[in-house]
């Protein structure tokens, strides 16, 4: 027997629930203010969260501050279950959600870093920089590419071996949406990275790129992947002037490469991962913020240098430090999604183990 | 244990005390002894945060709306909070009493 106290809520008769229906606008206004709230979250407090708001509507049927104080906690909630915010409902799935965030945010700073040292990468193919930055800065970018591709493989392992042994089970039709993305998105930026590659406006210079670590074929698939990566989208007119397939793979690859990272995240969110598995992810997301610093160091020092060689060669123009901009972000947003993917790590290990040193299951008074 | 949400939270133990109380609950006898209206989000914010601690509990409900019940944990912590709370008091009113003549 429970010994709760009923207090009889505006809108109720004789202290009964509120009709199960509620045709009224409040409920109407309840629906619409729950929905700032994630999914996993509704599930949970949906319920009795729409009839305190139904309850609070009727008595201040007109409150801005009721709004924007929902709209923040939802918001807040939104981020927990994002990995990206504390206090999240289910510390196991809020880590997976911060692997998940950490990817995204690692894709996001590899695509805009691969644009940024691709278009390096061609001036260093026509020209040698009289400035010790462009090598400095080159050195330093290609070289936190080639360990983020690295960590990317190594990443991959264990959430591919935990998809593949859970295809049988339950959650195999959940893997395979996010299986078909990946695989959809991984095909197309090949396909086409691979045939546009060839246009390359480093074809014909160096084989290997003067004072880079960028052999050519990998530079000319980082700047076929990232074309639409550009400033071009800001002068219509002379992206016109552009062959109608290279405007079609400017505007195919990133939708390949949005089906590619949303397959990852999914994958990341839906796939049971073991505690080991989600330190040795903690482990290289580790690395990996090493890595996002380095390169950052590197754009840094391109960008600040302000040496624009012969032809513009090394130019860094607007998009180079909107690229800037977004490389800072997205190295927050991931050590954030860290940080938080790693306290809730730790609270799922500390539950297991409450759970394992508890010899029975305890009962609560009163129920 | 309270943490930087010790408003809300404190006020919300400090309501369970007395017994199970499902939201709206909350908010009225909240609104009643501390003189402070808890708006939606931050209640269940609080109390999102209050359960994944261990220190309140839901119970099961007939009806929608869920009562929520002070664990043994969660008694605890609120006493050692409320015990704290008393010794500022305490020690605020008497530097008042002997420095300003205000008891």
């Given amino acids: 027997m429970t010994t709760t106290r009923r207090t009889i809520a505006p809108g109720t008769r004789g202290g009964e629930p509120h009709d199960q229906g509620q045709p009224g606008a409040a409920a109407r206004r309840a629906r619409l203010l729950l929905r700032w709230y994630p999914r996993s979250w509704r599930a949970r407090y949906g319920e009795e969260f729409t009839e305190l708001l139904i309850a609070d509507l009727a008595e201040r049927p007109r409150s801005w501050r009721r709004a924007a104080d929902v709209a923040r906690s939802g918001v807040l909630a939104r981020l927990a279950s994002a990995g990206l915010a504390g206090h999240p409902l289910d510390p196991a799935a809020a880590a997976r959600s911060g692997l998940a965030t950490l990817a995204c945010s690692a894709a996001a700073f590899g695509v805009v870093g691969t644009a940024m040292s691709s278009q390096l990468a061609i001036g260093l193919q026509w020209s040698v920089p009289g400035d010790h930055y462009i090598t400095v800065a080159m050195d330093l970018m290609s070289g936190a590419l080639l360990v983020f591709a690295v960590l990317a493989l190594l990443a991959a392992i264990p959430v591919a071996w935990a998809a593949i042994a859970g295809r049988s089970g339950r959650r195999a039709g959940a893997l395979l949406r996010p299986a078909v993305l990946v695989s959809a998105g991984a095909l197309i930026l090949v396909v086409g990275g691979r045939h546009f590659g060839n246009g390359w406006p480093g074809t014909g210079g160096s084989w290997w790129a003067a004072h880079g670590l960028v052999p050519s074929g990998v530079a000319a698939f980082g700047w076929a992947t990232t074309m639409s990566v550009s400033s071009f989208w800001a002068h219509p007119a002379m992206l016109a002037a552009f062959p109608a397939a290279e405007r079609a793979w400017m505007v195919l690859s990133p939708a390949a490469a949005a089906c590619l990272v949303t397959g990852v995240a999914q994958l990341v969110r839906r796939t049971e991962l073991s505690a080991r598995a989600i330190r040795y992810e903690m482990w290289l997301a580790g690395v990996a913020g090493a890595g996002m610093v380095a390169f950052l160091s590197g754009a840094l020092c391109w960008v600040t240098a302000g040496v624009a060689g012969p032809q513009r060669l090394f130019h860094a123009g607007t998009v180079d430090l909107a690229g800037l901009a977004v490389l800072v972000v997205a190295l927050a947003t991931g050590a954030q999604a860290a940080q938080q993917a790693r306290a809730a790590g730790r609270a799922t290990l500390a539950g297991q183990a409450g759970q394992a040193g508890r010899p029975w299951p305890t009962r609560t008074p009163g129920r | ?103």
């Fill in chain 2, 1 to 103: 244990m309270l943490g930087r949400s010790s408003g809300p939270a404190s006020l919300i133990l400090a309501s369970l005390a007395e017994g199970a109380k499902h939201g709206y609950a909350l908010t009225k006898d909240i609104e009643s002894f501390a003189g402070v209206r808890l708006a939606p989000g931050t209640l269940y914010e609080a109390l999102g945060r209050l359960e994944a601690s261990g220190l309140i509990e839901a119970l099961e409900s007939d009806d929608r709306r869920r009562p929520y019940r002070l664990t043994a944990t969660g008694a605890t912590a609120l006493s050692t909070y409320l015990r704290s709370q008393r010794q500022v008091a305490e020690v605020g009113l008497r530097r008042l009493a002997d420095s300003w003549g205000l008891a």
